[in-house]
């Protein structure tokens, strides 16, 4: 175990201490942005490595917990690092441009300040945003500022990733698997785009009340799969069509009701066209080949809302001079950890830590 690493593992375990935290603000495409600005214990005279974090599709956005936990203790390993705010995403829309353009500004930021080491920074994206750091480091802009890509939980074919948030169904090089799906990311996804195809443009309050279960399941920070939202689910559809009903036991039925997985899977698919013509940028592959930093991959193997084959995926179309085997861990779930048999824990923490090695030492 590295050093770096054995200091980001005892911030982890035993808490930060000794970082400082600076509210700042980033430009970004000709707007000033908040941003958090976290600073290594004991810094003065030594420029740091730096990192930008993008963070994810959340209300709390970089204030979310295991955001916070996470940055601090990137800061404690001895990092500079810097957390932009994405206001779209706070508000769970999909704006992969200012995704994009937030991870450049940052990237830029950070790499002309005195603190941090010259020779480029890192950028560090979790679950959508994994993809959006990918994206930025094909960016011709960005060659010589931005070394190092670091992604947890993204996603490679748009279609896979939603007919498996829509059906639980997703499969890698032959081999088929099921989980029992997040409806978190589903509802994210009917609220930006299901006013988007033909037979469902005049069912806007339908897209909004899948919004708002996914802004409530932010706000609570509680699990969206639980039965605690089924009284929402009652309240945000009174007063629905028998069609609008229909969607909406399709991708929000309450927890005593199995969803209707054909059903879901054509549904999926009218989504994955409609989300692409609208917005093409959500398609990563086209990047994947111009990609010039380091690239630095994980997923978390019990994870309901992107599956790990996402990453596997990922990594088989990556060029072959950025990139470095994925490590799928059972340690995590999305964003949590996950329950493992002792006999397992030790082995997956030993790949994990290799994993830390690998990413904090990329920049």
């Known amino acids: 175990m590295k050093a770096r690493t054995a200091k980001f593992l005892r911030a982890w375990v035993a808490g930060a201490r000794g970082v400082r935290e600076v509210e700042t603000t980033v430009r970004v495409a000709g707007e000033e942005r908040e941003a958090t600005l976290y600073l290594p214990p004991g810094q003065r005279d030594h420029p740091a490595p730096g990192w930008v974090v993008l963070h994810g599709l959340t209300v709390p956005g970089r204030r979310h917990v295991s955001m916070l936990r996470f940055v601090r203790s990137l800061a404690a390993s001895g990092a500079v690092v810097l957390v932009p705010d994405v206001p779209a995403w706070r508000e769970l829309r999909l704006d992969v441009e200012a995704a994009r353009a937030t991870v450049e500004a940052g990237v830029l930021h950070l790499d002309g300040m005195r603190e941090v080491r010259p020779g480029g920074v890192g950028a560090i994206g979790f679950s959508f945003g994994a993809t959006q750091v990918l ?83 932010g706000r609570r920070g509680e699990w969206a799969w639980g039965p605690h939202y089924d009284a929402m689910k009652d309240e945000l559809s009174r007063g629905f069509t028998p069609e609008e009903r ?91 950890g996950a329950w493992l048999h002792p006999i397992h824990w030790f082995r997956e923490t030993a790949t994990f830590v290799r994993l830390l090695d690998r990413a904090l030492y990329a920049v």
């Open 135 to 217: 994206m930025a480091s094909a960016d011709e802009a960005m060659r010589g500022h931005l070394k190092a890509v670091v992604g947890f939980g993204g996603y490679c074919d748009l279609g896979r990733m939603l007919r498996c948030l829509f059906t639980g169904r997703h499969e890698w090089r032959g081999d088929e698997y099921t989980l029992d799906p997040d409806p978190y990311g589903r509802w994210i996804v009917v609220g930006n785009y299901l006013t988007l195809l033909d037979e469902y443009r005049e069912m806007g309050r339908l897209a909004d009340a899948a919004l708002a279960l996914a802004v409530e399941c």
């Open 246 to 336: 229909r969607v909406w036991r399709t991708i929000a039925p309450k927890t005593d009701v199995a969803v209707d997985v054909e059903a879901a899977g054509e549904l999926a698919a009218r989504f994955t066209a409609a989300a692409l013509e609208h917005d093409p940028g959500l398609d990563p592959r086209p990047h994947l080949p111009n990609l010039h930093a380091k690239v630095v991959l994980s997923h978390g193997r019990q994870d309901r809302l992107i599956p790990f084959t996402e990453t596997l995926r990922l990594v088989s179309m990556l060029p072959p001079h950025v990139a470095a085997p994925a490590t799928i861990t059972g340690l995590f779930a999305h964003s949590t």
